[in-house]
Antibody, heavy 122, light 108 residues
Framework: EVQLVESGGDLVQPGRSLRLSCAAS????????MHWVRQAPGKGLEWVSG????????DYADSVKGRFTISRDNAKNSLYLQMNSLRAEDSALYYC???????????????WGQGTLVTVSS | SYVLTQPPSVSVAPGQTARITCGGD??????VHWYQQKPGQAPALVVY???DRPSGIPERFSGSNSGNTATLTISRVEAGDEADYSC???????????FGTGTKVTVL
C-alpha cells in the first residue's frame, strides 16, 4: 500500500524558515518524480514544486522560486521542502504527491499524503 | 496564466446525478484529471486523462471533456461521495500544472 506521510509543519513567524519532510513507502521511491502541492484555507490547490527521480529536473512555482528548495533522499525514501523567507501567504496545508512517471511531465498525481499545516504569523 | 473555473458548490440528493464542471479556454484540447478531497483525508485521483478511472474507483464516476468545458459526473450519488472535487490540467504555455478552483459536493 502506497503511503506518503508529511511532517514538519508548524506556526512560524514571517521571515523565518521551516523544513517539511515526506516519508514514502509501498512503492519504489526512486522510480518516480515527487511534488509538493499546497492549499491555503478556503482556496484551491496550488502546485509548489516538483523533482524528478534522480533530482536532475527540478521546478518551482513562481510564487516560491528563490525562497523554497525541494530535495529528495532516495536512500531514505524521503522528500523535503526547505522553506525560507516565509510570508503570510505561504500559510497552507502542504501535501506531498507522487507523479505517475519518473520525470516532471504533463501528467497527474496518483497518490497524495494527508498534508502538514504551515502557519506563518507573528 | 491558464485559469480553470469550477462552481463553488453542487448539491444533489442521494441516488441522483451530480455534474461538476471545469471551464477553461479550449480545455477540450488538454487532458483533464480530477481529484476528490474528503475532510481529514488525503486527496484521491478519481478520473485521469478526461475519462479513465484508477483501479478501485467505482464506475459511478465518469468524465468528459469537449470545447471549453470538462465535466465530472457522479451517478447514483451516495452520502460517501460528499467531498471537494478539483480538476487539473497541464498548461503548455507556462509548462505548469494548473488546478481548478474546487467544487464542494453536498449530498442532501
Amino acid at each position: 500500500e502506497v503511503q506518503l506521510v508529511e511532517s514538519g509543519g508548524d506556526l512560524v513567524q514571517p521571515g523565518r524558515s521551516l523544513r517539511l519532510s515526506c516519508a514514502a513507502s509501498g512503492f519504489t521511491f526512486d522510480d518516480y518524480a515527487m511534488h509538493w502541492v499546497r492549499q491555503a484555507p478556503g482556496k484551491g490547490l496550488e502546485w509548489v514544486s516538483g523533482i524528478s527521480w534522480n533530482s536532475g529536473n527540478i521546478d518551482y512555482a513562481d510564487s516560491v522560486k528563490g525562497r523554497f528548495t525541494i530535495s529528495r533522499d532516495n536512500a531514505k525514501n524521503s522528500l523535503y521542502l526547505q522553506m525560507n523567507s516565509l510570508r503570510a501567504e505561504d500559510s497552507a496545508l502542504y501535501y506531498c504527491a507522487k507523479e505517475i512517471t519518473h520525470d516532471i511531465v504533463a501528467t497527474y498525481f496518483d497518490y497524495w499524503g494527508q498534508g502538514t499545516l504551515v502557519t506563518v504569523s507573528s | 496564466s491558464y485559469v480553470l473555473t469550477q462552481p463553488p458548490s453542487v448539491s444533489v440528493a442521494p441516488g441522483q446525478t451530480a455534474r461538476i464542471t471545469c471551464g477553461g479556454d479550449n480545455i477540450g484540447s488538454k487532458s483533464v484529471h480530477w481529484y476528490q478531497q474528503k475532510p481529514g483525508q488525503a486527496p484521491a485521483l478519481v478520473v485521469y486523462d478526461d475519462s479513465d478511472r484508477p483501479s478501485g474507483i467505482p464506475e459511478r464516476f465518469s468524465g468528459s471533456n469537449s470545447g471549453n468545458t470538462a465535466t465530472l459526473t457522479i451517478s447514483r450519488v451516495e452520502a460517501g461521495d460528499e467531498a471537494d472535487y478539483s480538476c487539473q490540467v497541464w498548461d503548455s504555455s507556462s509548462d505548469r500544472r494548473v488546478f481548478g478552483t474546487g467544487t464542494k459536493v453536498t449530498v442532501l
